[in-house]
């Protein structure tokens, strides 16, 4: 594992790997397994066939004469399919797995000497069996029997559309038992933007074919372990930082208006901060930094109306949460400790504004720190206000 803190850092071990055609996979947390999605959705992955074919009944758009795009497609507008995302780009790599600071993320590589295309047959076999029984298939893989291995090329031949469709049913039986990186051609805005190309994993012929032919991609080091690059969480922010300034961010990454606008949005306010669990991070001493200082407009109240119909809070601090915006929100772990005057193991900690000034001289500008916790049934909340205005 090959702990990343900054962008420089990471440039510089990937400039290190050998050789000159890599893939990258980047995830914001540890999962176990790298799979395709689909096989967090047992039903969808036994019914596949009828999934895809009532999907393209409801989206005919997604359908596309290229068997390989019709799925890609249909993973575009959420789908769940037997394809992995990679990237060609590192850095495309490294952005996906700085998102979501609030866990350790991993960039994970992969390697082949055998890439295939999507215009390859075995690209077009390995989509078309999506929409083949699932049974069908699987007896092709582990029989030998005359009988089953006509009846799944005649049905091959028929979903793919080419009677001229020529397969060998050995070398087909080998390709559904391992994975194939798949270089993507350059159709959509979202593939394009991302670098985007798939693994296409083995079937699902028995437990755990998926994932092994996945980590047989894997790039390994002189010790044959694969090589992992992990983004511990409280760098995530300034690496973030560091990609937009180099063109990759949320609105370049993802190619709608919605992204666009969100990473606009950042642009212009420079905001929201993010904080991290870390004692050491800025933002989370500017609140202990700022109570302590008695900048506490609400301290240790419960925003809950009692037993016998009573509030903690006055009128004004009534208006002032009725009218608190959130900009950016955070959970903050502690050791039942104290954090802004409250006890608790954990804190939801809201970065935001107020249409409800506190005071005359208070700037509606203003951010103020929004501090949740709940200990042994009682919840109660503390609102800070922050340095920065």
Not at 62 to 71: C, G, P, Q
Request: with cysteine.
């Amino acid at each position: 594992m090959i702990k990343i803190e900054t962008l420089e850092g990471f440039i510089k071990e990937v400039d290190s790997l050998p050789h000159k055609e890599l893939f990258y996979r980047g995830e914001n947390r540890k999962f176990d397994k790298r799979s395709p999605s689909i096989y967090q959705y047992p039903s969808l992955q036994a019914n596949s066939s009828d999934y895809y074919n009532r999907l393209l009944a409801e989206m005919p758009s997604a359908k596309s004469e290229d068997l390989f795009f019709t799925i890609a497609n249909l993973q575009h507008y959420g789908a769940k399919t037997r394809f992995l995302d990679v990237t060609s780009n590192a850095l495309i790599g490294l952005f996906f797995a700085s998102l979501q600071q609030d866990e350790n993320g991993y960039v994970y590589v992969y390697h082949s000497e055998n890439v295939k295309f999507d215009t390859g047959h075995t690209a077009l076999m390995k989509s078309a069996i999506n929409f083949l029984n699932s049974k069908l298939t699987m007896d092709f893989i582990k029989e030998c029997n005359p009988k089953k291995e006509q009846d799944f090329l005649e049905k091959l031949r028929e979903v793919i559309s080419t009677q001229n469709w020529v397969g060998k049913p050995d070398q087909i039986r080998e390709d559904l038992k391992k994975a194939h990186i798949v270089i993507a051609t350059k159709k959509s805005d979202r593939i394009i933007r991302q670098a985007g190309n798939f693994i296409i994993p083995a079937f699902e012929y028995k437990e755990n074919a998926v994932n092994k032919s996945i980590s047989e991609l894997s790039l390994i080091d002189i010790k044959k372990e694969p090589i992992i690059f992990e983004i511990p969480k409280e760098n995530k922010h300034e690496i973030l930082k560091d990609l937009a300034k180099v063109g990759i961010h949320q609105g370049s990454v993802y190619p709608d208006v919605e992204n666009q606008t969100n990473y606009l949005k950042d642009f212009y306010e420079d905001f929201p901060s993010k904080i991290s669990n870390s004692d050491t991070n800025s933002l989370k001493q500017e609140i202990i930094e700022q109570y302590k200082a008695g900048e506490i407009l609400i301290k240790s109240k419960s925003a809950f109306t009692g037993a016998q119909g009573t509030r903690d809070l006055t009128v004004v601090e009534e208006e002032f949460l009725s009218g608190f915006h959130t900009c950016d929100s955070v959970l903050v772990t502690e050791a039942d400790d104290y954090f802004a005057g409250i006890r608790a193991d954990h804190f939801v900690v809201e970065i935001g504004y107020s249409e409800q000034t506190y005071g005359d001289d208070e700037a509606w500008e203003t951010q103020f720190a929004l501090i949740t916790g709940n200990h042994k049934g009682t919840r109660l909340i503390t609102v800070v206000r922050l340095k920065n205005k």
